[in-house]
């Protein structure tokens, strides 16, 4: 008898461990969900706006019109490693990193005739 309470206790332990197996194979198979949703929704999106916009940046050519990160608008009027040289103003040119300027595509697409 005593034998058999025993054996029935031993199989409980041995069932409830391999329930206890099953749930952490559960947990780290969620966790690895939750990663891939989180990459194809919010990680590889943004490095691919940023690819973008790097690419934009170094196409930046002389006479290109900008908007800093500001709000100042302006033309380049020279390009350097690391910085830009923008005219704001009629003999008015600041000095500006390339990481802060973004092309004006609200400029771009006006004809001449606005501009003036």
């Known amino acids: 008898m005593l034998n058999l309470i ?13 329930g206890q197996q099953g749930s952490q194979w559960g947990f780290w198979i969620m966790m690895i969900l939750i990663f891939v949703v989180f990459y194809f929704f919010m990680i590889r999106p943004q490095t691919k706006k940023q ?12 006479g290109d019109k900008v908007v ?8 380049i009027k020279e390009v350097q490693e690391t910085t830009l040289l923008i005219e704001i103003s009629k003999d008015i040119v600041i000095k500006i990193d390339k990481g802060s300027v973004y092309a004006s595509a609200e400029d771009a697409q006006q004809s001449p005739k606005e501009n003036k």
């Open 51 to 62: 690819k973008e916009l790097q690419k934009q940046r170094e196409a930046m050519k002389k």
């Open 68 to 75: 800093t990160a500001g709000g100042i608008y302006g033309i």
């Open 6 to 18: 025993l054996l029935q206790d031993a199989a409980a332990a041995a069932g409830q461990q391999g």
